[in-house]
């Protein structure tokens, strides 16, 4: 089954996201504004609750632009908040093993392709509004679970990980991995695991995304060869950058003419 997680992966051009840590609905706009199609509710890097994700969903889905959630956890109970909020996708930290994939692929489907429990009356089910036929099957066949390999353990087992049916995309936490490797996300022997996850990804029919903070033309070039989505930045780090380059350019251009 392919699923698009609304519409995310039908995308004619490359969809682009990036991380929200800001637990404000600002954010949300501005990125909806600068054009981004995803956005990537944190938590697990950042000091966002359950209620802050719910709010971030549902701005981001109020503006058009595709809410996924990367959870802190693997519980099924984490899931299932999230997805209920009205979520179209999660993001799964250091998922090691096809256990481990499978288990949270079962945590994102109904019966009898999964675990994840009814619950119409929540956003996901419009309030209950929605039927409830139609609320199981989105929940179903849109609904994206996207497993972040951090590790080499990981990597490996990406083959049997992306022939699971309840797995749409896997996301290559590179940071991670080459911590875990002792080495940095640029080196030969990171860039070929990479590789052989984007060629798994394709021969199953499925995607890998990657993340490249502040550098487009690195995004740019994996794009080029073969990943399928990309995050850039985030809203903190974009403020803080913005923050430092116009402080800077004062004190340059005042250099020497103040008393």
């Not at 996300?185 to 984007?198: H, N, Q, R």
């Amino acid at each position: 089954m392919t699923r698009t997680g609304a519409g995310l992966f039908a995308r004619e051009t490359t969809p682009v996201g990036t991380w929200l840590k800001i637990a404000s609905g600002e954010p949300v706009e501005i990125m909806a504004y600068a054009g981004f199609d995803f956005v990537v509710v944190d938590l697990e890097h950042a000091p966002l609750d359950l209620e802050t994700a719910y709010r971030l969903v549902n701005s981001a889905a109020a503006l058009g632009v595709v809410p996924l959630v990367r959870v802190p956890d693997k519980t099924p109970s984490t899931i299932q908040k999230i997805l209920d909020a009205g979520a179209t996708g999660i993001l799964v930290p250091h998922v090691d093993t096809v256990e481990q994939a499978a288990a949270v692929g079962q945590a994102c489907r109904f019966p009898p392709h999964g675990v994840r429990g009814a619950g119409g009356t929540s956003r996901a089910g419009e309030w209950g509004l929605r039927p409830n036929a139609e609320y199981l099957a989105t929940g179903n066949d849109d609904v994206l679970c996207i497993p972040q390999l951090e590790s080499v353990e990981a990597i490996k087992a990406a083959p049997e990980m992306l022939a699971l049916d309840s797995i749409d995309a896997v996301f290559v936490g590179a940071a991670d991995l080459s911590l875990s490797m002792g080495t940095t996300p640029a080196s030969p022997e990171v860039g070929e695991l990479i590789g052989s996850v984007v060629e798994a990804a394709h021969a199953a029919g499925k995607r890998c995304g990657l993340a490249f903070g502040g550098v487009p033309d690195q995004a740019a070039r994996a794009v080029r060869d073969g990943c399928d989505f990309v995050l850039l930045s985030n809203d903190t780090t974009m403020l803080a950058q913005a923050a430092r380059g116009l402080v800077t350019a004062f004190r340059e251009a005042t250099s020497g003419r103040e008393d």
